[in-house]
């Protein structure tokens, strides 16, 4: 495993023993699958190296490694589809949360568990409640000292063998509440807790020997004390927890990526056909190159994230946006490693058919691509704000076509109809095909709080289109009519040296 220059000493250790432990326990990882055997033989193994506590604090039992550690382990060990999944769910299932939003004695209770292997599960989804996860509806009522929640949740991993289940449910359904996000809240659930089973057990590609299931909770009482933060954060408390499972999902893929190439490199090199190794066919070389491009490019990318992540910073942005990429790559790089190795790559005698399974659901689990992709738009929007303002241009006087502008707006007092006119008959001429912002307007003011009456009166005069939002007026231009009462025709005329008089009509 390559290695980061950012990285300490620690994890670039953890690195080399991770890699280690997985060549150790790889084999007996195929046979698990093989079986359909739950690997705990081998996720013993992973708690009594300490790996299992890899992002706990110090202080609370763990190696005190970050979402980097995490990511390494995770990298590793998913060589393995199955026995990956397990370290994967056992720290997502609510390892961050209880981090970020645990109380003290909670922190104290359940971190040294996870530590120590105590395999975790997180629960969102429900049967009417994907992707739409604020749609929610298995409830907690507060009762005295606790909550009593009724409901089912589906396509919970690790379902009937996890001992700790980080739940969301709705506690409010109070409009406002609802309209706030402030209508969950989230809680841990013990394995045996009356009222809580197990439904059904689904069939999944990829999940061989890992169990995926369907929950029931009819009247299961939870302690107070196992609510995790106040009462109405589980939205916030969901949001960064999918960072952060979005995050270890790319370790997972840079996993399969590497495994991938593990196979269909060797194979080429000692598959023959037409009388030479099928390496040296240029197409299977471009289907080689891409495959490092991705895993490359997919490493730097996770890694960057959870630098960002134990910084403190806010990786919305990174995390969704890398686990678009990274999922993206790891099903685009099973299917030509499987291209490359032919017949035999869709056999389960080789891994790549797998490693394509795993990386089709997890364009689903933890945050579909399209849902990643509006939380990319909605947060990229806000968070490059500035990098996305639109270039001031304005006309240049000798060439009359638009040319970015220099220097700050140069800003005119006593608003007036006129004025407001003149500037959207400007802007025509710079962008014909767009309305002028309100924003772009008023900065060319000392004073604009009068623009929306000009900008009304203009417009009950037809000399200017405005386009309202719930906010107000957001965008305005100029009409024909208003064009022709700004400035007479020859304002607007333009032709390029080469056209002749002749044709200037």
């Known amino acids: 495993m390559e290695t980061f220059p950012w990285w300490s000493e620690d994890q670039k250790k953890l690195a080399k023993e991770i890699k280690a432990f997985t060549e150790e326990v790889l084999p007996r990882d195929v046979e698990a ?50 026995s990956g999944r397990t370290q994967v769910g056992n720290m997502i299932g609510g390892l961050r949360q209880i981090i970020e939003f645990g109380s003290e004695e909670q922190k104290k209770r359940f971190l040294p568990r996870i530590a120590k292997g105590e395999l975790g599960a997180v629960v969102i ?51 406002d509440d609802v309209a706030k996000y402030r209508h969950l809240s989230a809680f841990v659930v013990e394995r045996g807790a009356p009222g809580f089973s197990v439904e059904k057990i689904n069939e999944i590609i990829g ?45 997972m893929t840079l996993g399969w990526q590497t495994e991938l190439l593990k196979n ?21 070389q471009a289907k080689i190159a891409d495959l490092i491009i991705r895993l490359r490019l997919s490493r730097i990318a996770t890694y960057y994230t959870a630098y960002l992540w134990d910084l403190g910073w806010d990786i919305t942005l990174e995390s969704n946006s890398t686990k678009v990429f990274c999922a993206e790559s790891a099903q685009k790089s099973s ?37 990643c992709r509006q939380v990319i738009f909605k947060s990229g929007l806000r968070i490059m704000a500035e990098d996305l303002t639109m270039p001031r241009r304005v006309i240049h006087k ?19 109809e006129e004025k407001v006119l003149a500037l959207l008959a400007e802007d025509y001429r710079i962008n014909p095909g767009l309305y002028m912002s309100r924003g772009d307007l008023s900065e060319h003011f000392t004073d604009s709080a009068a623009l929306d009456n000009v900008l009304i009166a203009l417009e009950e005069k037809s000399l200017a289109k405005v386009y309202r939002t719930k906010k107000g007026i957001e965008l305005a231009k100029a009409t024909y009519e208003g064009l022709k009462k700004a400035h007479p025709k020859e304002y607007y005329r333009w032709f390029p040296e080469w056209v002749d008089g002749d044709r200037k009509f």
């Open 33 to 82: 699958r093989w079986k359909r055997e739950f690997p705990w033989d081998i996720f013993k193994k992973v708690a009594e190296k300490g790996y299992t506590g890899v992002a706990v604090p110090k202080e609370y039992g763990g190696m005190g490694l970050g979402a980097t550690g995490a990511c390494i382990v995770v990298e590793a060990m998913c060589r393995m589809p199955g």
């Open 125 to 175: 989804t429900e049967p009417v409640a994907g992707t739409d996860a604020a749609a929610i509806e298995m409830t907690a009522k507060r009762n005295g000292d606790a909550y009593i929640l009724n409901g089912k949740k589906r396509f919970i991993v690790a379902a009937g063998v996890a001992n700790r289940y980080f739940v969301y449910a709705r506690t409010s359904n109070n409009p």
């Open 264 to 284: 269909a490199v060797p194979y080429a090199q000692r598959r023959v056909q037409f009388s030479k190794p099928t390496i040296d066919i240029p197409a299977n």
């Open 207 to 251: 999940f061989e020997n890992i169990q995926n299931g369907v929950l029931d909770f009819d009247d299961v009482s939870v302690p107070l004390a196992d609510r995790i933060g106040e009462e109405g954060d589980g939205w916030k408390i969901m949001t960064a927890g999918l960072n952060f499972e979005r995050t270890l999902i790319c370790a």
């Open 398 to 416: 000798d060439l009359g076509v638009p040319v970015p502008a220099a220097g700050p707006v140069e800003k005119q007092s006593n608003i007036s």
């Open 335 to 371: 299917l030509e490693a499987i291209q490359v190795m032919g017949g035999d790559g869709v056999t389960p005698f080789y891994t790549p058919q797998a490693f394509m399974q795993v990386a089709k659901v997890e364009h689903i689990a933890g945050g579909t691509m399209e849902a």
